[in-house]
């Protein structure tokens, strides 16, 4: 059995489709539902943003996105150089990985983690 994707559901596609372009250096498909739905293609689980109509409410205690990524160093400082605010700089954990914790538009939680030990 394989992950396939994820819905994170929103008002606003458009904002929502450009930061995780932006956050996530990848590219989008509209071609399955038009302005109120995009797939942003990642490598493995494709992100679907689909819109709705009630009210976005997210707990911040809310499971969250974590990426793998080679450089969580240069991550923060591309995102940080493209307007993305974090509560802190990247931390390294005594479990062998060193990661950053920032927020989409509708607040959800997104990890950029990056393994550093064994």
């Avoid at 969250?64 to 954990?93: M, N, Q, W």
Wanted: hydrophobic share 35%.
């Amino acid at each position: 059995m394989w992950l396939r994707c994820i819905n994170i559901p929103t008002n606003d596609v458009a904002r929502m489709r450009d930061f995780y372009t932006t956050a996530l250096k990848a590219g989008y498909d509209e071609s399955h539902g038009g302005p109120d739905r995009c797939e942003i293609l990642t490598q493995g689980v494709t992100l679907v943003i689909c819109r709705i109509q009630a009210p976005v409410q997210i707990n911040p205690e809310s499971c969250g996105l974590e990426f793998e990524v080679e450089d969580v160093d240069a991550e923060y400082e591309r995102l940080l150089a493209a307007g993305v605010a974090f509560d802190s700089p990247p931390v390294t954990y005594p479990w062998g990985w060193r990661a950053i914790g920032f927020k989409d538009p509708d607040g959800n939680n997104i990890d950029f983690v990056q393994q550093v030990g064994t």
